[in-house]
Nanobody, 121 residues
Framework: QVHLVESGGGSVQAGGSLTLSCAAS????????MAWFRQAPGKEREGVLR???GSSYIMKDRFRVSRDNSKSTLYLQLINLKPEDTAIYYC???????????????????WGQGTQVTVSS
């Protein structure tokens, strides 16, 4: 059974930073697309960033996703956090090495339990 475990969430003030981790087990991490999603209070879950197996990192705006295939671990670095970044952040694993062009939850059969990020103003 695939197991994804997020960690690193917490409470920070606006402008602060956090690095989330997602450790995978019983999963061919190095061959598959991985993604971070988040769900803010009262909102639908949305995709944050995704990273293919052959890529080391992608940065978009204030977020940076990276992976260490040797450790089967995915990371999400959040910088200059804002209160609107408050959400539960989920790690998701696909069953393919291609990330595709959109964040379809159905493309990710494996999910972690989520880690809470709370940003205060």
């Amino acid at each position: 059974q695939v197991h994804l475990v997020e960690s690193g969430g917490g409470s920070v003030q606006a402008g602060g930073s956090l690095t989330l981790s997602c450790a995978a087990s019983r999963y061919t991490f190095s061959r598959n697309c991985m993604a971070w999603f988040r769900q803010a209070p009262g909102k639908e879950r949305e995709g944050v960033l995704r990273l293919g197996p052959g890529s080391s990192y992608i940065m978009k705006d204030r977020f940076r996703v990276s992976r260490d295939n040797s450790k089967s671990t995915l990371y999400l670095q959040l910088i200059n956090l804002k209160p609107e970044d408050t959400a539960i952040y989920y790690c998701a694993g696909s069953a393919t090495g291609t990330c595709g062009t959109s964040f379809k939850e159905s493309d990710y059969p494996y999910w972690g339990q989520g880690t809470q990020v709370t940003v205060s103003s």
